[in-house]
C-alpha cells in the first residue's frame, strides 16, 4: 500500500449518523478503504496499515475496495481508539468480500495483542463459509456465501462471556464464551486482518467501523448488509484534501511551527507526542481557514516528535497520516523578544528603541551575525537582540565598558546565547576573519556622535552579496553626529545617506566580489555544465585558503552519502542542500544556519538517473514537493507561493529557474528513488531514468506560459537527466518509442533506446527549434549510444553536450543553434566494471573544454580537440565540480582535493570525506563543504561537520 504524501483527506459537513440509540457514544469511528487506505470518516482513532506493501486499491464485486493478502505478525492494520470506558465491551463491523476461488486457510478479522503475538480472536473460514474461533464457539446458523458483499457484526461482551455474531443483519450466533477485549489506549493496538501464524487469506474490505458499545439485536439489524455509502456514516464523504504539507519549522530551541494547506475552509488541529501510539498532547485553533499554522510551544530538546494535522467536521475530529520531526535537528537561537531591559527607562531609552527599529526596517537583516562596531555598554546590541534572531558581537576598546556591557547583558539573560561582547586593544586590526558580519552598526556613534576605527576594516569584516552597514544615530542624540565627519569617514565607500526626522544614516551595501560565481541547480546553472564560474579570488590551490566557519550541520541531520542526492545550491551567498527530509539553508560567508524546514516524503535520491529538484535564484528557492513546487524566501524559509501542477496521478519532475520562467516537468505517481539505506540503494546498478510525460514553463506569478506534451504526435516521453538550459532554449532527448510511452511509470529502462531525438524548444515559447534522430545516423548525424548506465545533456558557448554511458563513456557535441552535429569521442570508464561510480561521471565544461574520465581531458568544444598539458586525476568515488578552471571533489578516492587544471596540481585537505555525488562547490569566493560523508564505512576519522574555506589573506 502506498499512502500519498499529499493524499491526507478529512470528511466534509455532509456526514450524519445513522438514527440508532447508540450514535451518542463517545467512541464511534468508522474508515473506508474506497480510496486505496483506510480514510476516517467518522470519530476519533486510528486504523494504521503496517507492512502492507502488498495492499492495493482494487475493483470486485461492483465495488472499489482494498485488496488484503498474505499477512505474518508484523503486518496489517493496527486499530488504536484512545481510551475507552470500558474495553471489555464493543462492537466491530465489517464489510467483507471473498473471491468464490478462494478455499484457502483462514481470514483473521482481529486479534487483541497489542503484539499480535496470539492467533486472531475471529476467523472467517472460506473453505466452508463459516467462522471459527477455538473452541469459543460452533458452526453458525445463518452461513455466509463469497463473491458476494457481506457484513459482519461482531458484538463483544469480554465482561459478561456473551457475545454475538450478526451476518448481513441476521443474528447468526450467541455464545457464552467472549474471546478477548480491547486492549484500551494508544499504546497497546488491536490488529486486524492478520494472524501472528500467517494464515492471512486474499480478501477485501470495503468499510470497517468500531464503537465501544454493545449494539442491540435491533441495533444489529438495523445495520443491514454491505453498503458503499458507509456503516454508521449514511453517505459517502466529500473529501477535504490537504494540498500543501503538513511541514514543521523550528521558531526556537522548544518551539516548532506546523503548517498546511487544505482545500476548503476548517479549523486546525495539531495532535504530537513522542511515538506514533502516543500523540497525547494536542493544539486547536478553531478559526476556519484553507492556510493552517500551528504553533506548538512545548516540545523537547534533543527528541523525535510524531504529529498528525486533522480538523472538526460535522461534530466529529477527523485526521490525517502520522509524520514526525526531529528537535534534534533544530538550529533555531532562543528568542529574548521579551527580555526586560536592564539598563532601566532614561533619557537613551528611546533613542536605542528608536535606532533598533530604524535599522531592522532598513537594513532589513534580521538573520546572520550582527556585528556592533563600538558597543559600549551593549544597549543597542540589547535591542537588536530583541528585534532579530541574529547573534550579535560587540567590540570595543574600552574595558569598563565593556565590563558593564557583559554584566548588564548577563542580567537580562541575553549574555552568550544571543549576545557577546569582547575587549580589543584597537578596532583597525580585529581578530576576526573576514566577511564575517551581516549587518554592521555601531553604539558608538549613537552614544558620543564620534566614528570609531576604520571604514576599511569595517568594510573588511561586511559579507559581500548584500551585506549591510547602517551607521549614524537617530535624532535627539546627546552628543550629535555630523554628516561631514560620518561622511568622510566611510570615504572611499559606496554609500547613501539620509539625514532627516528619523536621524542622519549612512548606508553601505557590498555587492559581489568580483568574479563570484554560484551554483543554483543540480549541475551548476540551468546549463548543466557543472561549473559555478567563480574565480575564487584567484586561489587554485588547498594551500591559498584557510579555515572560514566549522558548522552545522553534521551527519545527524543528512542521509547516507552513498544514496547520491541532490548537490547543495547557492546564489548571493546562501546556501541551501537537502537532509532527510528535510531542507537546510545558511549563510556561505559565516555559516550561521538561517532557517530548516522539516517536510515529510521529501527523500528523492539517485539524481544520476533523475534531474535536479530543487533551485535558488536571487531570492528565492524553488522546490518541488510532491506534485507542487514551494517558492521559499531564502532569508525566512517562508513560503510565498506555490505552483501547483493540479493534474493528479503526477509529481513534479525537474525545477529549473531560466531568464524570467520556473520551468517543470510532470512525472507519474510513485516513480522516483526514495529509499536510503542498504545494499539494495547503493545505486550503482538501478539503472532506469526518471522520465517525465510532458515539460512545461510557468510565468512566475504561478500561470502556465506553455506545455510540451508526449501525448501530442511526434514528442515523446523526457529524460529528466537531460533537460538544461541555453541560448534561450530548452534541450532535452526524448524518446517515441511507443513502449516506453505506453508505460505507466515514470521509471523507464531498455524501452528508452529506440527512437530516440535530442529536441530543442524555444524557452519563452515552448516551439520547437530543432530535433535530431539519435539513432538513424540521418542528416550525417552520429547514432548515439545507449545511455544504460546514464545520459546527461549540457550546454555552453552555443554547443549541446550529449553525454552516454553504457559500456563506456561516448560524448557527442552539437550546434545549439541548428542541432547539427560537431563531433563525438568515447573513452574507457576509469575502472572495470560499476566500481563505486566509475560509469557515474559526469562531464564538466571549463573555458571552451570539456573535462571528465579517461582520455576526456580539455576536449575542445569547437572540434573535439585535445591539447597538450595536464590530464584529470582518476575519478571514481564522488562527481567533480569546477569554479572556472580549478575543480573540486574527491580524486583517487581518500580526502577532498583541488585540481589545478593549468598545472595538474592536486592538493587536499585531510579528514573532510565528500559524499559520493557533488556536494563541494566554489562559489562566492569560497570553497564550500557541506556535510556529505557519513554513513561511510570505508574511511575513519573524519569530521563529519559542515566547512568552509576562504581565499587566505596572507
Same mark, same amino acid.
Not at 355 to 361: F, L, N, R, T
Not at 925 to 934: D, F, H, N, S, T
Given at each position: 500500500?502506498? &499512502? ?149 457484526? %461482531? ?43 500467517? !494464515? ?39 473529501? &477535504? ?29 495539531? !495532535? ?14 478553531? +478559526? ?58 532614561? +533619557? ?32 543597542? +546590541? ?7 534572531? @541574529? ?10 565598558? &565593556? ?138 590551490? +588547498? ?129 522516483? %528513488? ?81 527512437? @530516440? ?36 545533456? @549540457?550546454?555552453?558557448? !552555443? ?10 563513456? %561516448? ?100 579528514? &573532510? ?42
Amino acid at each position: 500500500m502506498i &499512502i500519498r504524501y499529499k493524499k491526507i483527506l478529512f470528511v466534509t459537513a455532509c456526514v450524519t449518523l445513522i438514527a440508532v440509540a447508540f450514535g451518542t457514544t463517545a467512541y464511534t469511528s468508522e474508515w473506508s478503504f474506497a480510496t486505496g487506505s483506510p480514510v476516517p470518516v467518522l470519530g476519533p482513532g486510528t486504523l494504521t496499515g503496517v507492512n502492507t506493501t502488498g495492499d492495493g486499491l482494487a475493483t470486485v464485486g461492483g465495488k472499489t475496495a482494498m485488496h488484503f493478502g498474505p499477512h505474518d505478525g508484523s503486518a496489517g492494520y493496527q486499530l488504536r481508539v484512545n481510551t475507552l470506558s470500558d474495553p471489555t465491551q464493543f462492537t466491530m463491523v465489517f464489510d467483507l468480500f471473498v473471491a468464490t476461488s478462494n478455499n484457502d486457510g483462514f481470514l483473521p478479522l482481529w486479534n487483541g495483542s497489542a503484539t499480535n503475538a496470539n492467533d486472531a480472536e475471529l476467523f472467517l473460514r472460506p473453505s466452508t463459509g463459516g467462522y471459527w474461533s477455538g473452541s469459543y464457539f460452533d458452526s453458525p446458523t445463518v452461513s455466509w456465501a463469497k463473491g458476494q458483499w457481506n457484513r459482519f457484526v %461482531y458484538v463483544n461482551d469480554n465482561a459478561n462471556g456473551a457475545s454475538r455474531i450478526y451476518i448481513n443483519g441476521v443474528l447468526s450466533q450467541e455464545f457464552g464464551l467472549s474471546p478477548d477485549y480491547i486492549y484500551s489506549g494508544v499504546t497497546n493496538p488491536a490488529w486486524l486482518l492478520t494472524d501472528n501464524a500467517g !494464515e492471512t487469506t486474499d480478501a477485501y474490505i470495503l468499510n470497517f467501523a468500531f464503537t465501544d458499545e454493545l449494539l442491540t439485536a435491533s441495533e444489529a439489524a438495523a445495520l443491514g448488509g454491505a453498503s458503499e455509502t458507509g456503516i454508521f456514516a449514511t453517505s459517502t464523504p466529500d473529501p &477535504i484534501e490537504t494540498v500543501v504539507g503538513p511541514y514543521v519549522q523550528f521558531t526556537g530551541p522548544h518551539t516548532a511551527v506546523v503548517r498546511w494547506d487544505t482545500s476548503d475552509d476548517c479549523d486546525s488541529i495539531v !495532535e504530537y507526542g513522542l511515538s506514533t501510539s502516543s500523540l497525547n498532547s494536542r493544539v486547536h485553533t478553531t +478559526a476556519e481557514t484553507k492556510k493552517h499554522e500551528v504553533v506548538l510551544n512545548d516540545i523537547h530538546i534533543k527528541d523525535k516528535y510524531f504529529f498528525r494535522v486533522g480538523s472538526t467536521i460535522s461534530g466529529s475530529e477527523q485526521f490525517g497520516d502520522v509524520f514526525w520531526f526531529d528537535n534534534n535537528i533544530n538550529y533555531s537561537r532562543v528568542s529574548v523578544a521579551d527580555a526586560d531591559s536592564p539598563y532601566g527607562p532614561d +533619557a537613551l531609552t528611546p533613542l536605542y528603541e528608536q535606532a533598533a527599529d530604524y535599522i531592522v526596517s532598513q537594513s532589513g537583516v534580521t538573520k546572520g551575525i550582527c556585528l556592533v562596531y563600538g558597543c559600549g555598554e551593549g544597549r543597542l +546590541a540589547f535591542e537588536l537582540a530583541k528585534r532579530t534572531d @541574529m547573534m550579535i558581537v560587540g567590540v570595543d576598546t574600552d574595558s569598563a565598558k &565593556i565590563e558593564t556591557a557583559a554584566q548588564k547583558l548577563v542580567e537580562a539573560g541575553v549574555y552568550g546565547a544571543r549576545v557577546t561582547v569582547r575587549q580589543v586593544p584597537t578596532l583597525d586590526n580585529l581578530p576576526f576573519s573576514k566577511f564575517m558580519a551581516n549587518l554592521i552598526v555601531s553604539d558608538t556613534m549613537i552614544a558620543t556622535g564620534q566614528c570609531p576605527g576604520s571604514s576599511s576594516e569595517m568594510f573588511r569584516l561586511l559579507r559581500p552579496s548584500g551585506g549591510v552597514a547602517l551607521l549614524g544615530q537617530p535624532t535627539g542624540c546627546p552628543t550629535p553626529l555630523t554628516q561631514p565627519a560620518l561622511e568622510g569617514w566611510l570615504n572611499g565607500l559606496s554609500y547613501n545617506t539620509t539625514n532627516d526626522s528619523e536621524g542622519l544614516w549612512s548606508k553601505v551595501v557590498r555587492p559581489d566580489l568580483p568574479g563570484a560565481g554560484w551554483w543554483t541547480h543540480a549541475h551548476g546553472g540551468p546549463d548543466g555544465a557543472g561549473n559555478s564560474n567563480d574565480s575564487l579570488e584567484g586561489g587554485r590551490g +588547498a594551500g591559498d585558503f584557510e579555515l572560514q566557519w566549522v558548522s552545522w550541520p553534521g551527519a545527524d541531520a543528512k542521509v547516507d552519502r552513498q544514496v547520491r542526492g541532490h548537490s547543495p545550491i547557492t546564489n548571493k551567498g546562501r546556501m541551501a542542500f537537502r537532509g532527510f527530509n528535510r531542507i537546510i539553508t545558511l549563510d556561505t560567508y559565516n555559516g550561521s544556519i538561517l532557517w530548516s524546514l522539516e517536510i515529510p516524503g521529501l527523500n528523492r535520491f539517485n539524481i544520476p538517473r533523475d534531474s535536479g529538484w530543487f533551485c535558488i535564484d536571487d531570492d528565492s528557492v524553488y522546490l518541488a514537493v510532491d506534485d507542487d513546487c514551494w517558492k521559499l524566501d531564502t532569508q525566512t524559509g517562508q513560503r510565498v507561493l506555490t505552483h501547483q501542477l493540479d493534474d493528479d496521478g503526477y509529481d513534479w519532475g525537474n525545477v529549473i529557474r531560466y531568464n524570467d520562467k520556473l520551468y517543470g516537468s510532470a512525472v507519474l505517481d510513485g516513480s522516483f %528513488y526514495t529509499g536510503w539505506w542498504g545494499s539494495s540503494n547503493w545505486y550503482e546498478s538501478q539503472d532506469s531514468k526518471i522520465c517525465s510525460k510532458y515539460l512545461f514553463a510557468n510565468n512566475l506569478d504561478g500561470s502556465r506560459a506553455w506545455t510540451y506534451d508526449s501525448a501530442d504526435p511526434d514528442k515523446g516521453v523526457i529524460i529528466n537527466s537531460t533537460v538544461c538550459m541555453g541560448g534561450g532554449r530548452v534541450y532535452f532527448v526524448e524518446s517515441r518509442n511507443p513502449s516506453a510511452e505506453s508505460l505507466t511509470t515514470g521509471r523507464i529502462g531498455s524501452q528508452l533506446w529506440t527512437n @530516440m531525438y535530442l529536441v530543442a524548444l524555444n524557452s519563452e515559447t515552448g516551439v520547437r527549434v530543432w530535433e535530431q534522430d539519435l539513432k538513424s545516423g540521418a542528416g550525417g548525424n552520429p547514432v548515439v549510444a545507449n545511455g544504460t548506465a546514464i545520459i546527461h545533456l @549540457m550546454y555552453s558557448d !552555443e554547443t549541446v553536450v550529449l553525454e552516454c554511458s553504457d559500456t563506456q563513456y %561516448y560524448i557527442y557535441a552539437y550546434n545549439a543553434s541548428t542541432g547539427a552535429a560537431k563531433w563525438n569521442k568515447s573513452a574507457s570508464w576509469p575502472k572495470t566494471g560499476r566500481d563505486h561510480g566509475s560509469h557515474l561521471q559526469r562531464v564538466v565544461i571549463s573555458n571552451g573544454r570539456v573535462w571528465g574520465a579517461g582520455s576526456i581531458h580539455g576536449l575542445s568544444l569547437v572540434n573535439g580537440s585535445t591539447p597538450g598539458g595536464p590530464s584529470m586525476p582518476l575519478t571514481i568515488c564522488g562527481t567533480v565540480s569546477a569554479a572556472g578552471d580549478v575543480f573540486m571533489g574527491r580524486f583517487n578516492k581518500g580526502d577532498m582535493k583541488v585540481w589545478d587544471s593549468q598545472n595538474g596540481a592536486l592538493s587536499e585537505w585531510d579528514r &573532510i570525506r565528500t559524499s559520493c555525488y557533488i556536494n563541494v562547490l566554489g562559489c562566492g569566493g569560497m570553497i564550500l563543504a557541506p556535510e556529505g560523508g557519513g554513513g561511510c564505512d570505508c574511511y575513519d576519522g573524519g569530521f563529519h561537520t559542515s566547512t568552509a574555506f576562504i581565499k587566505s589573506e596572507n
